[in-house]
């Protein structure tokens, strides 16, 4: 008895699937001949719109979603340039080097003090600190604030 019970409602469930995937395209069809309707009455054709992801080509389909990574990026092992289980690679000695001469940078020399207080410098690099910005914001020259 209960096996017939059980059948009976797997088809009603089947049964109520089904309707509900028609309601879901009625739908559908209703939103999609509005949209049409809109794009017509303002003139905008498909090529306005663009690709629904920037940098990516018209016309191409977009890729599965991998559960549990952000969209558009590589998996951790693609990014590294490794194979998962591998160890990283040597780094080259002329990488080395380079990031050695990064570190060993010194800062750059300031350009700019604050009147109202000396140890506020800026080098004139970057965003302007916010000092900077009343400074200005005040109507006043940036050219006042150089170290002379």
């Known amino acids: 008895m209960q096996s017939k019970k059980l059948a009976q409602i797997k088809q009603q469930i089947a049964k109520l699937e089904r309707e509900a995937e028609k309601v879901r395209k009625a739908g559908i069809k209703g939103v999609l001949k ?15 719109l663009g690709s629904a992801r920037p940098g990516r080509k018209p016309g ?3 890729k599965a ?3 549990g990574r952000k969209p558009g990026r590589p998996p951790k092992a693609a990014k590294a340039g490794r194979k998962p ?5 040597a780094e080259k000695p002329a990488k080395a080097a ?4 990064k570190a060993t940078r010194s800062k750059a020399k300031p350009k700019y003090r604050s009147p109202d207080n000396a140890k506020l410098v800026w080098a004139g690099r970057g965003r302007p600190p916010a000092w900077v910005k009343s400074w200005v914001d005040a109507g006043k020259k940036i050219d006042d604030l150089l170290i002379k």
């Open 98 to 101: 380079a990031k050695t001469a």
């Open 60 to 62: 191409r389909p977009a």
């Open 34 to 48: 509005q949209i049409k309707s809109l794009m017509e009455e303002h003139g905008i054709s498909l090529a306005d």
């Open 65 to 67: 979603a991998v559960p």
């Open 85 to 89: 289980g591998r160890p990283p690679k």
